[in-house]
């Protein structure tokens, strides 16, 4: 960083100032982590230099001797990691990685089926202003309002009326367990293909301490950033049941191929050009530390954390999406209380606390104001931050939220969060 600081004041600061964040205040945002430092410093190598487009083995250019191994490395962890047969380490983000998936199975115009965005879902399960909303007839199911959580029911019941050529289970904002098994049944009364999208449990399904997707769901993709703890980037898996007994008919050729096949095609040359080797080193390291005995611990206190914060806050009077949590995050249903998640947001970060507006269930207002707040604990837990913290962290959002208008206790809850990050010292090294 000395040699940046002495080329690049400009952006050196820009970085300063960054970390300066990351230490000092409270990172609730469900889908941010800290990754280590070795990650940090594979991602910032020469392997940035190479172009590599294709896979090990088989690719476009000269030179690929090493990155080979690199990929090699880390499909061969990513597929012990998750008990899968089939991995592919280069989509560069989740989006890309359902985008591959889509692009696999389904043709234009398809019927498809995903949560509904403004009940958990994500973007790229069908929303308009997105190309899968764009491109494929999605149809979208919800959450039950009283209980805050998938109906099957009513999954079989839309899923029945509208026959989708692929249902996708999971999302951004849905706190409880993805429940694959009876999503499979629905799947198969009417015959379609199960796509998990698990961005968000990732670390949780690694490390046993969520339900897995096998061998329920036929293909899984996810981020590598959120509670896997890895650099930004996607990636794309298939179990056992997929690959070996199912294979899809070639849009073109007719010729029926095998999945594997099929979804590196759709990756590269489908969506992407050269794999952002530099970022698949990084992968590898994430998944090395995930396979360590010490993630389980981790992931454990990911989920032990957020479920004293939902009881706490719950005890405070605030009313949860779902009631409560068996995963990392916590969403919170402001629309009793006379703010909405805009203001929740802006207001929590004045006083150190970063967290999203996120729309909860029947929301009536629009995606820029939301009625909700999302909250997440992997980022503090990376920390070392345990039970006694998350029940301050408690008080803290809730004096900001109750005292919405003080300034005053804004500033004094600001210094309460600093007073707690500087026990839980943030990249020391660097
Ligand atoms: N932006 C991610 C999240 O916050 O959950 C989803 O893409």
Redesign the pocket.
């Known amino acids: 960083m000395k040699k940046i600081k002495e080329y690049d004041l400009e952006l050196y600061n820009c970085i300063e100032k960054e970390l300066k964040r990351e230490r000092n205040t409270l990172e609730l945002?469900?889908?941010e982590n800290f990754t280590s430092t070795n990650v940090l410093n594979i991602v910032g190598s020469i392997l940035t230099n190479k172009y590599a487009e294709g896979y090990p083995g088989q690719r476009y250019y000269g030179g690929c001797e090493a990155v080979d191994e690199v990929e090699n490395i880390a499909r061969y962890r990513l597929k012990k990691l998750f008990n899968a047969e089939y991995a592919n380490v280069q989509p560069h983000s989740?989006?890309q990685a359902n985008m591959a998936v889509y692009l696999t199975m389904l043709n234009p115009g398809d019927k498809v089926m995903g949560l509904d965005l403004a009940h958990g879902g994500?973007?790229t399960h069908g929303s308009k202003v997105n190309f899968s909303g764009q491109f494929y007839d999605f149809v979208s199911y919800g959450l039950e309002k009283k209980t805050g959580r998938v109906n099957f029911d009513n999954v079989l019941k839309i899923a029945r009326e509208h026959k989708p050529k692929l249902i996708i289970c999971g999302g951004?904002?849905y706190p409880r367990y993805i429940e694959f098994e009876k999503f499979r049944e629905v799947a198969d009364t009417v015959d379609s293909y199960l796509m998990a999208d698990i961005?968000?449990p990732s670390g949780l399904i690694a490390s046993g301490v969520h339900p897995s997707p096998w061998p329920f769901c036929h293909v899984a993709t996810s981020?590598t950033h959120?509670t896997l703890r890895g650099p930004r980037g996607g990636i794309i898996i298939a179990g056992k049941d997929f690959e070996n007994k199912w294979g899809v008919v070639a849009p073109k050729s007719g010729r029926v191929k095998m999945i594997s096949e099929l979804l590196d095609k759709s990756v590269m040359p489908g969506i992407q050009g050269g794999p952002l080797m530099h970022s698949i080193a990084g992968k590898a390291i994430a998944f090395k530390e995930a396979l360590e005995p010490e993630f389980k611990i981790y992931c454990n206190n990911i989920v032990s954390n957020s479920k004293v914060l939902a009881e706490e806050l719950k005890l405070k009077g605030y009313d949860l999406v779902s009631n409560g949590t068996d995963t990392h995050l916590v969403l919170i249903d402001l629309s009793n209380r006379d703010i909405t998640g805009k203001l929740a947001e802006k207001k929590l970060e004045e006083a150190g606390i970063t967290a999203?507006k996120n729309m909860v269930p029947f929301d009536r207002k629009s995606p820029l104001v939301t009625s909700g707040i999302r909250i997440g604990t992997p980022a503090v837990t990376t920390r070392g931050m345990g039970s006694d913290e998350m029940r301050k962290i408690a008080d803290l959002i809730d004096s900001v939220l109750s005292n919405i208008e003080d300034d005053k206790n804004i500033s004094k809850v600001k210094s309460s969060v600093e007073e707690l990050c500087s026990s839980f010292s943030l990249y020391s090294t660097i």
């Open positions: 945002i469900a889908s989740g989006s994500h973007l951004s904002a961005a968000h981020t959120k999203n």
